[in-house]
């Protein structure tokens, strides 16, 4: 393995003709899925500078913020894993030192690469699991295969949240301007509030794909990226359950880059999409953060391990997975990365391939 870095980060990088993608050896964020052609990565970079986990301190590290999230925002970029947690711990978990998210988004990573795979490996002590997260590249080519393993290494059956924090920022993501597509289906507006009254969205409003109530009434299509000035949402969806494949896609008419994911509909049957559009004032957010994040995982909501437990369901379906003791839950899926003239309405991965329709 050749280490490179990454936004002044420790990393390692795969690449074949047409894509490169980069990962953290520090929390294990895909930080990068490069479109060589237009040299495009649609994932988030924060604008804040990036530091590796490992050595956050509060007192050193004060402009990160001083609370459970600190840590994690000190190190976040791209596509992080959520796991065991989808969102805060409880004020006890926090004041013992967890951070949001859980151990994943914040552990070191053993990583290794054999020619186009690449191998990463975290154990989380304080949960008892070891993850694993393979990603493959063809040699040519737009689809990266993943495979991701989650054992429990203890004797004790476990309810876990397991969510893909998937985040999109500028220059790909631009207001009014970039488009999305997915195969959500019953939707919801969360319950809590996180823009302080700058949203757009109805709060609690139930509705289906992509028509979301507003709050002076009317509705937004979020097929398109907000053009507001400033707004904070989160909506959590339903995968269709017809389909054994879901996804989302999302296309820049400027570059003509089209990104995205697809995964088994019973493995992730929830996305939660997240927007922060110049809201945050709070550091590091500092009002200049734009991004949205399409999370695909087992929980509707990101919220703590109690919340997630009293809520169980959302319009019938289970909220978290069950991994048995000594137990594995295996999970594949791709993301992928190309140029097209439109954004598609469909979208089938076999394989090494996509294919748009």
Sequence with gaps: MTETTFRNRRAVAIENSGMRVTVLAEGGHIAEILDKASGVSPLWTPPWPSIEPSTYSQALHPGYGADSESKLLAGIMGHNLALDLFGGPSPEEAAAGMTVHGESSVAAYDIAVNGLEMTCRASMPIAGLKFERRIRLSPAGCVAEIQETVENVTAQDKPIAWTQHVTLGPPFLEKGATQFRATCTRSKVTETDFSDGKGYMKIGAEFDWPFVPRRDGGVTDMRVFTGAAVSGEFSSHLMAPSREQAYFMAWQPSSKVLFGYVWKQSDFPWMGIWEENYCRQNPPWNGV???????????????????????????????????????RLQANYCAFVTTAPQIPEDILWSGESIKCS
């Excluded at 995982?297 to 319009?315: A, H, L, T």
């Design 289 to 327: 953060s734009l991004t949205r994040g399409m999370e695909f995982g087992v929980s509707p909501v990101p919220e703590s391990r109690r919340e997630m437990i009293d809520r169980g369901k959302m319009f019938g379906v289970p909220g978290y997975r069950w991994i048995a003791a000594k137990g």
